[in-house]
């Protein structure tokens, strides 16, 4: 997968060891498409959520039915 100009930032001035585990806990955090019932991670969609909190509400647009909505980030279970 190519990584997003934010991620090749973090990757750039990081170690290998704190890049996978910046990517490792973005993985973890992702939103569920309220169009297609989808899960995807942060990670997924060129973010970066690292020793993060909360479970803010922004707009993304969804990978998989290319629909862009308000969609609440929250962590996997």
Do not use: H
């Not at 890049?19 to 955090?29: G, P, T, V």
């Not at 060129?46 to 990978?63: D, E, Q």
Request: aromatic share 10%; net charge positive.
């Amino acid at each position: 997968m190519k990584l997003s100009t934010a991620q090749k930032l973090v990757k750039f001035f990081s170690s290998k060891k704190k890049f996978e585990k910046i990517k490792q806990a973005s993985l973890q955090w992702g939103f569920t498409c309220s169009t297609c019932n989808e899960r995807s991670s942060i990670w997924e969609i060129g973010g970066i959520r690292y020793k993060a909190k909360g479970t803010p509400r922004t707009r993304i647009r969804c990978p998989k039915c290319d629909t862009i909505a308000m969609q609440r980030i929250n962590k996997l279970a």
